[in-house]
């Protein structure tokens, strides 16, 4: 009787984490970034406020930096504390003219590290 029990035990374990399995590929996909603010490539004449990221679906960013050409590192200020996301926002202060990279790191809905980058000119 035992035995049987545990027999089934392992039969549904094996029928749920095969669930898991294909699930995770069939009915979930990345969170993907879909725009920015400044947009990528974008050429400005004022240095932005804030930089806005958004994503179709949420997004915890683990990552948020912000270099120009030089390799120096400019503060981003956050206030998502890490929570998934659709839309971060995070504040700048005014940056000198030059060419910005943003880097970003994420860790997808379904469970995927993802990154990605964009940039943009102030003149
Ligand atoms: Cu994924």
Redesign the pocket.
């Known amino acids: 009787m035992a035995n049987i029990l545990k027999n089934r035990l392992i039969i549904q374990l094996f029928i749920s984490s095969f669930f898991v399995f294909f699930g ?1 590929g069939l009915g ?4 993907k970034q879909e725009t920015t603010t400044p947009a990528n490539n974008a050429v400005l004449y004022e240095a932005p406020s804030e930089l806005v990221l958004q994503f179709d679906k949420p997004m915890r960013i683990t990552r948020l930096a912000l270099s120009n050409q030089l390799g120096n590192d400019f503060e981003v200020r956050r206030t998502d504390q890490m929570k998934p996301l659709i839309k971060l926002v995070a504040q700048l202060d005014p940056v000198p003219k030059g060419e910005y990279k943003v880097d970003w790191r994420g860790l ?5 590290p ?1 990154k990605g980058t964009f940039s943009f000119t102030v003149k």
């Open positions: 995770s979930w996909a990345h969170s997808s809905e379904d469970g995927h993802m």
